[in-house]
């Protein structure tokens, strides 16, 4: 279905609906081993040729203090967009603390006050984590910056953890139409660094959609979450492969518009450097431990195509977030030696 328009916001038209796939059984919605390789890319010469840079739009929102027309980039544009902090990154032992006789207690302000509902809590949010409360908080605070910069988004795709997924419902919030979350298994994060673990226990579309997060539950997915198993023991190489065929795929998959990727930072490396076509260089020692503090929580990166048929970053397209002693600003030297 194309995508609904909320009532708030003049003057942006309805963007043209893209096909989905038949609904599955639940766990099929996550579980299918299916590839998505209709359609061609329309990142030609022919099809960049002439287009201009910037172009002149109504703002996305009808927010006091937004001026009635603002300069934004074209249309046509791919953003990765790194999670917002995570509970086990800053709180280790949290599902050992906060879980009392079964039931969450936050002791912390940041904390999240509510936690979804899942099956097995405790033990599920050990392997899949959420948002902490300043994630979730500047997760949305991007979010209106994306909106206010006029940035539309017309289709957007997540890896299957949870914090991936609050972040991208945070961001969503201040767009002007109602989007679904695509679940896409093959943008989760690099796992040859997880020895020993196994596939974390992801919530499936309907789970989601009973929190009352957004999700298409009629999109097939590139990998099924059964099929990361082969990727537990990847190499840096094999993880490079991985993504730029999974970012090719969603390029294919949605030829028009602005794409939202939410990912890892991992991936925002390896998609990312497969968009402008530099070479794959190993992570290795000292340079796999640097990527996550390269590409901080809420990074983005925007990509607009180039004449060449390939992808371009738009160094410019979206706002930087910045306060004391933190940047969400990637370190593009890293992303581009």
Same mark, same amino acid.
């Not at 989905?20 to 299916?34: G, I, K, N, V, W």
């Not at 020692?285 to 992808?311: E, H, K, M, T």
């Given at each position: ?65 937004? *001026? ?10 791919? /953003? ?11 709180? *280790? ?58 940035? /539309? ?107 939202? /990727? ?28 640097? /990527?996550?503090?390269?590409? *901080? ?41």
């Amino acid at each position: 279905m194309a995508p609904k328009v909320k009532p708030k916001g003049p003057g942006i038209p309805k963007k043209d609906k893209e096909p989905s796939s038949s609904a599955e059984t639940d766990r099929e919605e996550l579980d299918d081993d299916t590839e998505n390789d209709t359609g061609s890319s329309s990142f030609s010469k022919e099809s960049t040729k002439g287009l201009p840079e910037y172009a002149t739009t109504a703002p996305p929102n009808g927010k006091k203090g937004v *001026p009635s027309m603002v300069r934004v980039p074209t249309s046509r544009m791919l /953003v990765l967009f790194r999670s917002g902090e995570q509970m086990n990154k800053i709180f *280790p032992d949290w599902t050992h603390k906060n879980f009392i006789e079964g039931k969450y207690h936050p002791t912390d302000m940041n904390h999240p006050v509510n936690l979804v509902n899942r099956k097995t809590p405790q033990v599920a949010f050990e392997s899949d984590p959420p948002l902490t409360e300043m994630g979730t908080k500047l997760s949305e605070l991007s979010g209106r910056a994306l909106a206010e910069a006029g940035i /539309v988004v017309t289709s957007v795709y997540c890896s299957p953890s949870l914090h991936c997924v609050q972040t991208a419902h945070a961001l969503l919030k201040a767009q002007l139409y109602d989007l679904s979350i695509r679940i896409e298994p093959a943008l989760y994060d690099y796992m040859g660094h997880q020895k020993g673990q196994d596939v974390p226990m992801f919530m499936t579309p309907s789970e989601l959609a009973e929190n009352r997060i957004a999700v298409d539950k009629n999109y097939k997915p590139q990998m099924s979450v059964n099929s990361l198993k082969k990727y537990l023991q990847e190499t840096p190489e094999e993880f490079f492969k991985r993504q730029s065929n999974a970012i090719y795929a969603l390029t294919k998959q949605s030829p028009n518009g602005t794409i939202l /990727v939410v990912t890892h930072s991992f991936n925002m490396h390896a998609a990312g450097r497969s968009l402008v076509g530099r070479q794959a260089h190993t992570l290795a020692g000292a340079d796999l431990l640097r /990527v996550p503090f390269n590409y *901080p929580y809420c990074s983005a990166i925007a990509f607009q195509p180039s004449p060449d048929g390939r992808w371009k970053v738009a160094p410019s397209a979206v706002p930087p977030l910045n306060f004391h002693h933190f940047s969400n600003r990637f370190n593009f030297h890293f992303f581009s030696r």
